[in-house]
């Protein structure tokens, strides 16, 4: 479904807003139901978080910050088979380096597991659940669907003392994997398909990465989801729209143990659907493994770790997720849009510099060949407090290719035979002669200089329309610019039939490009705009003397020109 910009949240709150949560809060500290504003972020650790995960973490760390309270970091680490504490640590350095930090509030769901424990045993003992026998292939087929009842368990009628005891040895390691499961005993006639008698807790002979093999049952997701909201007193447990059908789930644990008032309450939003990107761990970690990227950090994948090797800034990711606003409201947000703020961060930020992505040889024929000189370069217009730099000038120097046409059309302002153009920072120049190979390619450009006109002004007020950038052949630095555009080639990749065939293999393009020097010297990250070309950043792929440059995002919006794209 295509973006629709008029598309805001929910119910409007008192001071005009548009953010339902947020008037949904203000409503509960007004009427008392909450004393304390505490939200959380439960990531599970089998992957690297990606910017759909960035929406959650503004979301919830915004909240606790604008409503003076506290946002916990839970890790949702319930399946042992898929997790590794090195997700652990890089997901922790991810929200770090997003601009959030949990203080003493990070959190395990292992942290809470015997207390899970004791609450699924209380669960049978108050007759809400069963020990089933029947296999995962059993369980789903009795489903159901949303026009036709579930087949209750044979197990269902079990007694709560049988339960207990098989759920005690399930516990005690007596059973294998996919022998039994402890079951919620709700209806299997239920209009929620999520609470037709769910799983709570299975068995899985896999070491933890925290408890090792101290446990060989763990709890299902909504069980622990639930409980580790109420253990740690969150009050407002903020869900992506996917969830919506888990709520009820989510309250019936909740009030089958009847635990204490208030309890947390679950709010469901419409999580980010980025265009022409894929935002699944399991359909992300295919492409790591398949080798279709070089890893989750590659530049082309929607990861937090991959958005930072690549030069986005966190605080666009910010910007972007604050933006976009909180809604109910399912949409697709367009990569202009998020092109749009990284490029406006950028622009005020980015250190100025000249490079050539494609060169051809420019001779200014009347400049002498031994001597060069250093001009004075804007470092950002943006900032008047950066300054300037300097930058060498000399008889040889590369310009863009696509800067100089033998036959150029009517309106094209760059350089061409007998044309003047302005050398950024530098002089006129007039273009004399032409160069070409014995296949008929302009290999080298010749041209003269105007002296009069150091710093790219006429004294005598003659205009000049076109201004191109260059570099010092005899200074500048041999660089690898790697040029990236999105990953997959529709829109909504995961509508296709298969994901593999719809990548894009103009993904990734990769030039022999010349800098400036201080480009070379830059810090891997540093955000740098070269000038007319585009925003870059240095790899760590990077070695002394050979930077290698990424680009992060294009000088201007080249979406809405680029018909059929997808």
């Given at each position: ?85 090195e997700f652990v640590i890089s997901q922790q350095d ?53 026009t036709q009842p579930g087949v209750e368990s044979p ?215 031994d001597e060069s000189e250093e001009l004075d370069a ?189």
């Amino acid at each position: 479904m295509a973006e629709d910009p008029k598309a805001g949240g929910g119910a409007e709150d008192s001071e005009g807003g548009t953010d339902f949560i947020r008037h949904r809060i203000k409503a509960d500290l007004a009427s008392g139901h909450t004393r304390e504003v505490v939200t959380r972020f439960p990531p599970e650790p089998n992957g690297r978080l990606h910017i759909g995960h960035a929406m959650n973490i503004v979301l919830n760390f915004g909240l606790a910050r604008d409503f003076d309270g506290r946002c916990h970091l839970r890790f949702d680490d319930t399946n042992p088979a898929a997790e590794s504490p090195e997700f652990v640590i890089s997901q922790q350095d991810d929200i770090r380096w997003l601009g959030f930090d949990w203080g003493e509030h990070g959190y395990f769901a292992s942290d809470y597991f015997g207390r899970l424990y004791e609450y699924a045993c209380e669960l049978i003992r108050r007759g809400h659940a069963f020990v089933c026998d029947l296999s995962s292939e059993e369980i789903e087929a009795r489903r159901g669907t949303l026009t036709q009842p579930g087949v209750e368990s044979p197990y269902r009628g079990r007694s709560a003392e049988e339960s207990l005891d098989l759920f005690q040895r399930m516990r005690a390691g007596e059973f294998g994997p996919g022998a039994r499961v402890l079951r919620a005993r709700i209806d299997m006639a239920s209009p929620v398909l999520p609470n037709r008698d769910p799983l709570l807790y299975r068995i899985v002979d896999v070491p933890h990465h925290r408890t090792g093999s101290e446990w060989p049952i763990y709890p299902l997701y909504d069980f622990a989801h639930s409980l580790s909201d109420a253990i740690e007193g969150v009050s407002h447990s903020i869900c992506t729209m996917e969830f919506v059908d888990r709520r009820p789930l989510y309250d019936w644990i909740l009030e089958a143990l009847d635990l204490p008032q208030p309890r947390p309450q679950q709010i469901e939003f419409a999580g980010l659907d980025l265009a022409h990107t894929v935002l699944s761990k399991r359909k992300l970690r295919l492409l790591v493994e398949g080798g279709q990227v070089s890893g989750w950090d590659d530049p082309r994948m929607p990861t937090l770790a991959a958005l930072r090797r690549r030069g986005i800034p966190p605080s666009a990711i910010r910007r972007f997720c604050e933006e976009i606003g909180v809604t109910r409201n399912l949409s697709t947000t367009q990569m202009s849009r998020f092109e749009a703020a990284v490029r406006s961060d950028l622009n005020e930020s980015a250190q100025r510099a000249l490079g050539v992505l494609r060169p051809l040889r420019l001779v200014v024929e009347n400049y002498p060949e031994d001597e060069s000189e250093e001009l004075d370069a804007i470092n950002n217009p943006q900032d008047p407090t950066a300054g300037t730099r300097k930058v060498p000038f000399s008889r040889e120097l590369w310009i863009e290719r696509d800067d100089f046409l033998e036959d150029p059309p009517k309106k094209f302002h760059r350089l061409s035979p007998g044309k003047e153009v302005r050398l950024r920072y530098a002089y006129l120049v007039t273009c004399t002669e032409v160069v070409k190979d014995d296949a008929g390619e302009v290999v080298e450009v010749h041209c003269r200089y105007d002296p009069e006109t150091r710093g790219g002004d006429a004294p005598d007020g003659r205009k000049v329309r076109g201004t191109i950038h260059w570099v010092s052949a005899r200074h500048a630095v041999a660089a690898e610019a790697r040029l990236y555009d999105v990953l997959f080639s529709s829109e909504d990749p995961l509508s296709q039939p298969d994901l593999m065939q719809d990548l894009n293999p103009s993904s990734l393009e990769r030039t022999e490009a010349w800098v400036e020097p201080f480009v070379a010297t830059a810090e891997p990250g540093q955000p740098i705009q070269l000038e007319r070309l585009g925003y870059f950043c240095l790899d760590p792929d990077s070695t002394p003397g050979r930077p290698v440059l990424n680009r992060t995002v294009t000088l201007r919006d080249s979406w809405a020109k680029i018909a059929g794209r997808s």
